[in-house]
């Protein structure tokens, strides 16, 4: 069992950053390929980022260039670095853990799940 902690979301003005943490708790996180979704109020929930237990990375075309996804293995932490940030990044940022060895673009690709942290961003 994975339990996953987001933090670090907020108001910013765009063109802003704001840097999200995912802090999982167990020892195998190393193991866990990571995922990062957004849900926005009366949308469904879309895949921003992935990241492989290697730390390759996958990007939504929608935020490629602008977001960038990291891990720290010794903290067993991911990052979602989010800079330029626009009016539609609004949204209910989730990272997510994978119990096979596949980080997928699709929510049903993942296992675990966070409670979500707030991003606002102010035209």
């Known amino acids: 069992q994975v339990q996953l902690v987001e933090s670090g979301g907020g108001l910013v003005q765009a063109g802003g950053s704001l840097r999200l943490s995912c802090t999982a708790s167990?020892?195998?996180?190393?193991?866990?390929?990571m995922g990062w979704f957004r849900q926005a109020p009366g949308q469904e929930r879309e895949f921003v980022a992935a990241?492989?237990?290697?730390?390759?990375?996958d990007y939504a075309d929608s935020v490629k260039g602008r977001f960038t996804s990291s891990r720290d293995n010794a903290k067993n932490t991911v990052y979602l670095q989010m800079n330029s940030l626009k009016p539609e990044d609004t949204a209910v940022y989730y990272c997510a853990a994978s119990a096979s060895f596949y980080s997928g673009r699709y929510a049903h690709d993942y296992d675990y799940w966070g409670q979500g942290t707030q991003v606002t961003v102010s035209s």
């Open positions: 990241i492989t237990r290697s730390g390759g990375t």
């Open positions: 167990g020892r195998t996180f190393r193991n866990y390929p």
